[in-house]
């Protein structure tokens, strides 16, 4: 199954569970936007909520009364390769391999970090794909849209891709930019389990007509670890093209 297919295959089986359309968004200016931390509406926990500017969420239903359910509890973001997406969708998150801040599972308050290629996986748009399901655009990257409470936050470390000098993200300082969270001593925290730490709230997806790596909120991964390997860095494109 090739990429687009697989992602259109993903948000099939996540309409079989339900999809939740009336959350759906695109932040952007005209649609939603806003500067700074998210102050006002939910409680979304002791962590400040930034605008995921050119990106679109596709809305999960998680549960009745959700914001109620979900009451401040922080927003974060876990980036993906496209091999690894339906498992975790449908399934739930695994504890990290690598191990820079301790065991836990990886995630991210940044979508601009979690979208680096080491994590979120660029993938070329076929022609074919593009007038069926995208419109527009020539590549894709998504992210995992999750909801974490602060009890389960075992760490706020610092970013693990050698990113000393430039700024990753203009809102979150590089040594707060990753999350470890509590994975219960299980080998796989399952978004269905209502004693779960943490779940799946939405699919992140980003279209671009240029690569990724080109926007100006990229060049951070030009100063940090960039690698042409692909099981390290799925840039999706020879680094010397870039």
């Not at 969270?181 to 939405?202: E, L, R, T």
Request: a positive charge; hydrophobic letters at 30%.
């Amino acid at each position: 199954m090739g990429p687009i297919e697989s992602l259109r295959e993903i948000l099939k089986c996540r309409e079989d569970i339900k999809l939740y359309p009336k959350y759906n968004r695109i932040y952007a200016s005209g649609n939603f936007y806003w500067t700074g931390a998210l102050n006002y509406g939910l409680d979304r926990g002791n962590q400040p909520y930034y605008c995921p500017i050119g990106w679109q969420r596709r809305s999960f239903y998680v549960t009745d009364n959700f914001c109620e359910r979900f009451k401040g509890w922080c927003i974060c973001y876990h980036g993906t390769k496209f091999k690894h997406d339906l498992s975790i969708l449908l399934s739930g998150l695994k504890p990290a391999e690598t191990k820079a801040h301790g065991d836990g599972i990886y995630a991210s308050p940044s979508t601009n970090y979690a979208c680096h290629p080491r994590y979120s996986e660029v993938k070329r748009i076929k022609s074919s794909s593009r007038k069926l399901f995208f419109k527009s655009g020539n590549y894709v990257q998504f992210v995992v849209e999750c909801r974490v409470h602060p009890k389960y936050i075992r760490k706020i470390g610092k970013e693990t891709l050698g990113a000393e000098k430039p700024i990753i993200d203009s809102n979150i300082p590089n040594d707060s930019i990753e999350w470890v969270i509590d994975y219960q001593n299980k080998s796989i925290v399952d978004f269905n389990d209502s004693s779960a730490s943490i779940v799946c709230s939405g699919l992140m997806i980003r279209v671009t007509d240029d690569h990724p790596g080109l926007l100006p909120q990229s060049q951070s991964w030009y100063e940090s670890h960039i690698c042409n390997y692909p099981k390290c860095c799925a840039l999706g494109i020879d680094l010397e093209h870039l």
